[in-house]
């Protein structure tokens, strides 16, 4: 007799095939939702000291990387997006090593123009600061927060600052808010093949009705353009903050 639950050869199979539908159909149709936040035009830009023992590296150049902190930050090969993204000047990296020389923690500032179509309906133009990441065995310590905050203050002065969290990711979303963001919506994002993308906000998440009644999208370019104010590199300027 068999029973509901009883195993049987096809499971493993099964769920081998599952996996496969799972991931093929990802790559057809993508749904996430994110919490967007903004850095507060008011809120000064400070540098923050770099946390003791560990040093900071900067990077507009894909040349300039070395090959151990691009094997960590940049896995995909043979192409990786954040490659390309370098390579075209859109995207400059953070790294911060520990004392060994390791990679503890990095992140990306990336200038808008990858992102102004999936993240049209909450803001026309800025700069986009992520994607970050803290080695596991460092993480707690303030690591993300430190390397946001630098961000934020490498970023040229009067551009709005964009960054954004999957809904579920809980110690992102904490260290965002402590490095000084402030929630600004819920965006919906549906991408199907060929990246086309829609996108819808969800929630209004700024904090009074006041600030709610200038509307989406964000950005200084009301009309809806677009700018690109590039991501604030001039040329030498790696080099002197390079410690
Ligand atoms: C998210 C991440 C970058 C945080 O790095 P970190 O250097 O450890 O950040 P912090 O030092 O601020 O520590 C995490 C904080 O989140 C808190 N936290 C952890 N899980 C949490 C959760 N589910 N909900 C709310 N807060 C949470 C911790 O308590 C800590 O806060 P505290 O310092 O006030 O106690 C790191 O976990 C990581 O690399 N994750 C994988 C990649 C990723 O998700 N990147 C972010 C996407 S941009």
Same mark, same amino acid.
Request: glycine share 8%; proline share 9%; net charge positive.
């Given at each position: 007799?068999?029973?509901?639950?009883?195993?049987?050869?096809?499971?493993?199979?099964?769920?081998?095939?599952?996996?496969?539908?799972?991931?093929?159909?990802?790559?057809?149709?993508?749904?996430?939702?994110?919490?967007?936040?903004?850095?507060?035009?008011?809120?000064?830009?400070?540098?923050?000291?770099?946390?003791?023992?560990?040093?900071?590296?900067?990077?507009?150049?894909?040349?300039?990387?070395?090959?151990?902190?691009?094997?960590?930050? #940049?896995? %995909?090969?043979?192409?990786?997006?954040?490659?390309?993204?370098?390579?075209?000047? @859109?995207? !400059? *990296? /953070?790294?911060? &090593?520990?004392?060994?020389?390791?990679?503890?923690?990095?992140?990306?500032?990336?200038?808008?123009?990858?992102?102004?179509?999936?993240?049209?309906?909450?803001?026309?133009?800025?700069?986009?600061?992520?994607?970050?990441?803290?080695?596991?065995?460092?993480?707690?310590?303030?690591?993300?927060?430190?390397?946001?905050?630098?961000?934020?203050?490498?970023?040229?002065?009067?551009?709005?600052?964009?960054?954004?969290?999957?809904?579920?990711?809980?110690?992102? #979303?904490? %260290?965002?808010?402590?490095?000084?963001?402030?929630?600004?919506?819920?965006?919906? @994002?549906? !991408? *199907? /093949?060929?990246? &086309?993308?829609?996108?819808?906000?969800?929630?209004?998440?700024?904090?009074?009705?006041?600030?709610?009644?200038?509307?989406?999208?964000?950005?200084?370019?009301?009309?809806?353009?677009?700018?690109?104010?590039?991501?604030?590199?001039?040329?030498?300027?790696?080099?002197?903050?390079?410690?």
């Amino acid at each position: 007799m068999t029973t509901l639950h009883a195993p049987t050869t096809n499971g493993p199979r099964a769920s081998t095939a599952r996996d496969l539908w799972v991931r093929l159909r990802s790559l057809v149709h993508r749904v996430n939702t994110f919490r967007v936040f903004e850095y507060p035009a008011r809120s000064e830009r400070r540098d923050p000291p770099t946390p003791p023992g560990f040093e900071l590296r900067i990077f507009d150049s894909l040349d300039e990387v070395p090959g151990e902190i691009a094997r960590t930050v #940049m896995p %995909g090969r043979p192409f990786d997006l954040m490659r390309t993204r370098m390579r075209r000047g @859109l995207a !400059r *990296l /953070l790294v911060l &090593l520990d004392p060994n020389g390791a990679v503890a923690a990095y992140g990306w500032n990336q200038s808008w123009r990858p992102f102004r179509r999936r993240f049209a309906k909450v803001a026309t133009d800025g700069l986009m600061l992520g994607f970050y990441w803290t080695r596991p065995d460092q993480r707690g310590r303030g690591l993300y927060p430190y390397l946001i905050r630098k961000s934020v203050a490498l970023a040229p002065p009067a551009a709005p600052l964009f960054i954004y969290a999957c809904v579920e990711n809980g110690a992102s #979303m904490h %260290g965002i808010e402590k490095a000084g963001f402030t929630p600004l919506a819920i965006l919906h @994002l549906r !991408r *199907l /093949l060929l990246g &086309l993308n829609f996108s819808r906000v969800v929630t209004d998440l700024r904090p009074t009705a006041a600030a709610r009644t200038a509307p989406l999208p964000r950005g200084t370019d009301a009309a809806g353009a677009g700018t690109d104010r590039g991501i604030g590199h001039a040329a030498g300027q790696a080099a002197s903050h390079r410690r």
